[in-house]
Each structure stands twice: as C-alpha cells, then as structure tokens.
C-alpha cells in the first residue's frame, strides 16, 4: 500500500514568489492536513481538508491557502513568500475526519527554502 | 495554546528506561503520541482518549490523566531504534486538528 507522497520533495523559492505544495493521501483516505514545521515553532498546523471541504484552519495568515480535489489530492498555496515561511511543509493523510477516529499518516514533508 | 513537553532531551543506555511528560493548560479530548527520526515523516505510536486510558505498544505505553490535562509516555528497556524526536499532540472533538508539544529528544546509546 502505498504511503502519503508530497511533491516537490526540496524547493527553493525567493521572496514574493509564490508556491504550490502537493499531496496524495493514501488511498481510500479523505482527510488530509497540512503541518508546517520549523526549528522554532515545531509542528503547527495549517488546515484540513475533508471531502473537498476545508474543515479546521489554524493561525495562519491567509497567505496560506489548500484546497482538495475530489479525488483527495490536496495542495496548498502560499503567496507572496517571506523569509520565515522556510520550513518543512508535512502532509498527513487519514482515514476519517476526528481526533479521537485515529492515526495521521505523515508524507515526508517538502521542504521549501526562501531567500 | 501549545501543550509542554519535559523533558526536552534525554539520553539513555539501552535497556534503560524513560518517562516523556506532556502538559496541557486546557482540556484534552484526545492525546496522540508520534515519533520522529531525523529526515522522515513522524510517525504514529498511539492515541488515548479521554477516559484515564492506558494504552501499550510493544514497550511503549502511555497514560492519560483528564483531570491533570497531562499525559505521558513510558519507553521501557529502550533501544538503539527508539532514538527520535517525541511529540505529543493533542485534538478536540472536531476535525484532526493537532496541537503538537515542542517535541522531547530522545537518543538511546549502546
């Protein structure tokens, strides 16, 4: 069974740029949530996404932007690019939407450098 | 508001044990535990729910205290493949929206 792939696995943009992370979950998964992760803040998430429906959005700016397809692809979207958004960008795939429902399975991330 | 792990970063011989503590300042609905080495993706160890339940994986075990808001990992006689970054992260009852702890760092030595 394949696992969670994200693509582009290394990315370096500058800033004011733009970007486009992708994620295909596991099959059969319709949730998808995206974390980012740095050295400093840790994992802090970003949004889920639930039968093409967005679900939960954490305290990003609305730079940050996803949306999911109805095959449960997701992408995610950051505009206008700033130095700090350089981070690990984890996509994690699961069976249904709910913390007590279960396991996130974690893609191995993107990883996006701004300069 | 992000729940604090303790410690930050243990060393251990193998076979030795360790307890990693995460703390919540609000109430938990669920508390899932994920392990991460160096490069990969985190990777699932358990979930506990609200309820006081104790669950196992292998030599790995976990509490959940609803009423401390706290839950906490017990690696047993650990070993060499234990070694990672430990995060906790704790879920409400809508969504799989996840508060990750800081993460405790765990290195196992011959």
């Known amino acids: 069974k394949a696992g969670v792939t994200q693509t582009p696995r290394y990315l370096i943009k500058t800033r004011g740029q733009q970007v486009t992370l992708s994620c295909s979950p596991i099959s059969g998964h319709r949730s998808v949530s995206w974390y980012q992760q740095t050295p400093g803040q840790g994992l802090q998430f970003l949004f889920e996404y639930f039968s093409e429906t967005q679900r939960n959005k954490g305290n990003f700016p609305g730079r940050f932007s996803g949306r999911q397809f109805s095959n449960s692809r997701s992408e995610m979207n950051v505009s206008t690019l700033e130095l700090g958004d350089s981070a690990l960008y984890l996509c994690a795939s699961s069976l249904a939407s709910g913390s007590a429902t279960g396991e996130l399975f974690f893609g191995e991330g993107s990883r996006l450098t701004v300069l | 508001q992000q729940p604090v792990q303790s410690p930050q970063a243990v060393i251990l011989r193998e076979g030795e044990d360790a307890v990693i503590n995460c703390s919540s300042s609000?109430?938990?609905?669920?508390v899932h535990w994920y392990r991460q080495k160096h490069g990969e993706a985190p990777v699932f160890l358990m979930i506990?729910?609200?309820?006081?339940e104790q669950k196992g994986h292998d030599k790995i075990s976990a509490s959940f205290n609803e009423k401390k808001q706290q839950s906490s990992l017990y690696l047993t006689a650990s070993q060499l493949s234990y070694s990672g970054t430990y995060f906790c992260?704790?879920?409400?009852?809508?969504?799989?929206?996840?508060?990750f702890g800081g993460g405790t760092r765990l290195m196992v030595k011959p």
């Open positions: 506990l729910l609200k309820g006081g």
């Open positions: 609000k109430a938990l609905y669920s």
């Open positions: 992260g704790t879920g409400g009852n809508a969504g799989n929206m996840l508060t």
